[in-house]
């Protein structure tokens, strides 16, 4: 027998959510604030709840995907939580993730937090190759990955509720600062009469060559040797960014994504690390 859920929220995540479970033979309890969108479930099987109130009330697996932390509080104020085994979807930070596990624990029920690492049209789509963050209990996670992982793939990453939130966050800003170099790159030929469309397979292969790099990062600041395995070293790399300024300046490209980072290598240097690699910056961040 497959088990119960109840789903609050029907967003387009929430809503991807409920037809994977519901394709799976999963029986779902769904509520929804706007009542039109859970209503365009029941066709598939789904039974819709008058309340948040009572979707809590009808099974002991409860999964909340709604838009921030704010309206979880909204949407669980009126509920009873006692016994239930909470699954929070909703984006949010490390600490509202904390203070949402110890609210719950309060309320007499356990708690796991959830980061997706996936748009919706992922959901469902196991070769599409998203997955979900977890972290908090261990417990709640053992007794219910099997029908956590019926949408998409589940990655637990410890007991520390505000673990999934930063791994999450850890993750997006890695690729926001990827999407920032892609930015400066198209910029650079933007005027000439190069095709992005020909730039685009040789900047995707470049990163996916490159972001291996991260092994040696972790390596060396596991070690605390950030010499380590080096083959650009600093001096090399601040001697090489007067080109990559002249360069967009030449191409009148701002350089204002990557001087943050030239400066960051810079102070590194300055400070006599030049047989390091890049790895030093990251200590320069952290304050
Ligand atoms: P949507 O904006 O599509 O849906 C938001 C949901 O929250 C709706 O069900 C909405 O209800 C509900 N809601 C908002 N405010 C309140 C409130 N005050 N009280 C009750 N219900 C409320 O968002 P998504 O479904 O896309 O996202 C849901 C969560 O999933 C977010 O935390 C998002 O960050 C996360 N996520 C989304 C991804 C995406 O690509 N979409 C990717 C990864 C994570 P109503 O229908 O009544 O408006």
Avoid at 182 to 194: Q, S, T, V, W
Wanted: proline share 5%; hydrophobic share 45%.
């Amino acid at each position: 027998e497959k088990t119960s859920v109840t789903l609050l929220g029907l967003g387009a995540m929430g809503t991807a959510l409920a037809r994977a479970w519901l394709s799976a033979g999963h029986p779902l309890t769904v509520w929804n604030r706007t009542p039109a969108r859970a209503a365009a479930l029941t066709a598939e099987g789904a039974r819709v709840a008058d309340s948040a109130a009572e979707a809590v009330a009808a099974n002991p697996l409860i999964v909340v995907c709604l838009l921030d932390d704010a309206s979880v509080e909204e949407v669980l104020a009126g509920t009873d939580l006692t016994g239930r085994d909470l699954v929070n979807l909703t984006t949010g930070t490390p600490a509202q993730a904390r203070a949402r596990a110890e609210w719950a624990r309060e309320r007499g029920a356990r708690y796991l937090d959830g980061g997706i690492m996936a748009v919706p049209p992922m959901i469902g789509v196991p070769e599409a190759g998203g997955y979900v963050f977890y972290s908090g209990s261990p417990e709640l996670f053992e007794r219910h990955q099997e029908t956590l992982v019926v949408p998409i793939g589940t990655t637990y990453v410890g007991e520390d509720a505000g673990f999934a939130a930063l791994h999450d966050v850890a993750l997006l800003s890695a690729m926001y600062g990827m999407f920032a170099g892609a930015a400066h790159a198209f910029a650079l030929i933007r005027k000439e009469d190069i095709d992005p469309a020909a730039l685009a397979p040789l900047l995707a292969d470049w990163l996916v060559t490159m972001a291996p790099a991260v092994h040696q990062t972790a390596d060396q600041l596991r070690s605390g040797d950030y010499t380590k395995g080096v083959l650009s070293n600093l001096a090399m790399q601040v001697a090489g960014t007067p080109t990559f300024l002249s360069t967009a300046e030449q191409q009148g490209v701002n350089p204002e994504l990557l001087s943050p980072y030239f400066e960051l290598m810079r102070r590194r240097l300055a400070e006599g690390s030049g047989e390091e690699g890049l790895t030093g910056v990251i200590d320069l961040l952290v304050h």
